[in-house]
């Protein structure tokens, strides 16, 4: 079954990307808590994702938006497709 792009549907992919990082962030923050020599330079990692992550999400929003995201656009749909 093809995916019709919507707005909806690029909305629906970017918030569970989103939460999927989310989800991931959780883990270097255990492992930091479970491992003190990893505590400076995890601490570095996660300033640096926090940082990073809001713009890298704007990002990809405008890309889908623009004429140029074809490729990307197809990307996206492919990975929210239903498995078959």
Known sequence: MMMVWTDAAEAGILERVDAAIADTSKEPHAYI????????IGDRMLQQWALTLPLS???????VRSSKSDTLRRALM???????
């Open 33 to 40: 808590k479970a491992h003190a020599e990893f505590m400076e």
């Open 57 to 63: 999400l704007k990002a990809a929003r405008a890309t």
């Open 78 to 84: 492919a990975w929210n497709a239903p498995a078959e």
